[in-house]
């Protein structure tokens, strides 16, 4: 068939890729810093003393875990009228994210938490620490160095995941490629163009990931 | 008024068939490209290291959807015939499942001693038949938990097959919500029917780890799904 691979052709569509970039990046970034949240709600949940609430987050987690996170979108895009409540595309994208992302973060985090054995709590208190100087000398470093590479992969995930907010109606570059192919007739440029922009975001988060693991690990040490 | 949700039971639990048999499809055809993509990667030749991890890296850095649409929509304008919505559904899975197998596979490998090769070379052994009895048998250990892990996420990820159009289980529940007055009741029986498939599913991988003592379930990049 005479397809010609020309990039010229949707050079018109570029302006809104410029948009659907955006949109995409607002996206991730705020359901990475919101799944944060909620994942480490959670994480507290499961090492909790109270059984019930151990329960609760140990739920909550499997249910994120192995429910498709399209269900989970589709179930918030159309719970709200439902309930009332008007909710923009682009927020019920990002709870949806979110709450799904906040699953897998719980484990990256609980992962870090069991990392510090309580011995240390211990010792930080028998040296008369307090409990904000014990978090912010002894545990926080320990964990962080635990959960620095997990959480780089979970960030690509979402980034990833992000794609999937085009099917609730969120113009963002997954969207783009689909609108602008099906008016063009260029998918193959389109395709291209939307997996050039992915892939760059997602080799920036892993060349910041090892730029800055360099920076704050000192060589030889491991976290790559 | 309150459908019928029971007469809508049957037609569910056929759409939940198709997802498992779409996604089994798309599991088998990545376990086995991503082994041969495993092998490129030990290769003594460089230039096929280097393709296969550029094609380990792209797959991994590309949402699948947008793989999906270009199967569905790019190639019967660029080749000029036409995909069904299963093949394309089922070769953007496998494409995507094919690029984390092959790292679980190049680590089963891997945790195979350098020492072994080498021994079983010396015994007169040629490459094929020290993987096939030496560090095959081996491998399989480290390969299969991590690979139970990699089937949940393709089985969550052919939900993605709705879009373009193939009515597999998430399809189904939408067209029953539609079909109904558009309530809740069909996306929550999804999401109850996903959840006991892959529940299902990560007890037996539980199984499986624990009788091979190696580490818990390991969701690798991209396996949000």
Known sequence: MGYTFTLRTIYPYLGELAHAAALTLELSLLSIALSLIVGAGVAVLRRSRSRLLRALGTAYVEVMR????????????????GMGVRLSSFAAAVIGLSLNSAGYMAEILRAGLIAVST???????????SRLQTFRYIIFPQVFRTIYAPLGNQIIAVILASSLASAVAVDEVTSWMQTTGSTSFRFFETFVVAAVVYLVLCQLVNLGRLAL???LFRQGESAR | MNPDWLAYAPLMLRAAGLTLWLSWLAMLIGAVGGTGVALLRTSRFRLLRLAALVYTEFFRSVPILIVMFFCYFGV???????VSSFAAATIALALHASSTMSEV??????????GQWEAAQAAGMDRVQVMRYIVGPQAIRVVLPPSVGVFITTLKESSLASIIGFIELTKTGLLVRE???GGLVPLLALAALYFIINYAISLVGGRL????HIGSRSDLVGAMG
């Open chain 1, 66 to 81: 192995n429910t498709p996170l399209l269900v989970i979108l589709y179930i918030i895009y159309f719970a709200g009228p």
């Open chain 1, 119 to 129: 011995g240390q709590f211990e010792a930080a208190d028998a040296q008369g620490f």
């Open chain 1, 213 to 215: 693991g360099r920076l």
């Open chain 2, 76 to 82: 019967p304008l660029v080749f000029g015939f036409d």
């Open chain 2, 105 to 114: 596979v190049r680590a089963g490998i891997e945790s195979v001693g350098r």
């Open chain 2, 179 to 181: 079909s109904t007055d």
């Open chain 2, 209 to 212: 780890e624990r009788r091979f």
